[in-house]
T-cell receptor, first 108, second 115 residues
Framework: GQQVMQIPQYQHVQEGEDFTTYCNSS?????IQWYKQRPGGHPVFLIQ?????EVKKQKRLTFQFGEAKKNSSLHITATQTTDVGTYFC????????FGTGTRLQVFP | NAGVTQTPKFQVLKTGQSMTLQCAQD?????MYWYRQDPGMGLRLIYY???????DKGEVPNGYNVSRLNKREFSLRLESAAPSQTSVYFC??????????????FGPGTRLTVL
């Protein structure tokens, strides 16, 4: 079946630095979703991308879907300590399959 | 409007014991899911129910059974718990907003330890 890998697995940044996580698929995806999970919490839906080359922004977060719809990225500008957590990509067919996640740690 | 609720929040079992994890949603969603999340890992789909009356296996269904009791409730049963089933279990439901847009809502999770 389809495999969705995320890189990096972990990222430690100083507050104010930028952060990017990448989601890569071996096959074309119909859509991609992004979730954030705070430590000890549950995943929270952030956004869904469906169009080739689509770019969406939420304040300091920028989400991109690749032209070939095989990869996606989440970029956070000027990280804050509130950005700490694990970021997951996921794709939906008749069920939702999650990527491996990137754990972000932000040092003040 | 409570969203997705799960009970219990915590549970400790001995190997071989059985238990049922309960999940309910009050958002009138058709699709419901059960995931497990092991420490430091991503979410793996156990079972899902696309609509009332239907259930399908996910990535890791072995050792589990599910029941979609009605549109609101989707339970997960461990018939004979094993230490490998120690995990955090999340229930979720999906709302189709418009076109191809979905939003998935997660419950708070059940932390299960099998000794």
């Amino acid at each position: 079946g389809q495999q969705v890998m995320q890189i990096p697995q972990y990222q430690h940044v100083q507050e104010g630095e930028d952060f990017t996580t990448y989601c890569n698929s071996s096959t074309t995806l119909s859509n991609i979703q992004w979730y954030k999970q705070r430590p000890g919490g549950h995943p929270v839906f952030l956004i869904q991308l469906v169009k080739s080359g689509e770019v969406k922004k939420q304040k300091r977060l920028t989400f991109q879907f690749g032209e070939a719809k095989k990869n996606s990225s989440l970029h956070i500008t000027a990280t804050q300590t509130t950005d700490v957590g694990t970021y997951f990509c996921a794709y939906n067919t008749d069920k939702l399959i999650f990527g491996t996640g990137t754990r972000l740690q932000v040092f003040p | 409007n409570a969203g997705v609720t799960q009970t219990p929040k915590f549970q400790v079992l001995k190997t071989g014991q059985s238990m049922t994890l309960q999940c309910a949603q009050d958002m009138n969603h058709n699709s419901m899911y059960w995931y497990r999340q092991d420490p430091g890992m991503g979410l793996r789909l156990i079972y899902y129910s696309a609509s009332e009356g239907t259930t399908d296996k996910g990535e890791v269904p072995n050792g589990y059974n599910v029941s979609r009791l009605n549109k609101r409730e989707f339970s997960l049963r461990l018939e004979s718990a094993a230490p490998s089933q120690t995990s955090v279990y999340f229930c979720a439901s999906i709302r189709l907003t418009s076109g191809d847009t979905y939003t998935q809502y997660f419950g708070p999770g059940t932390r299960l330890t099998v000794l």
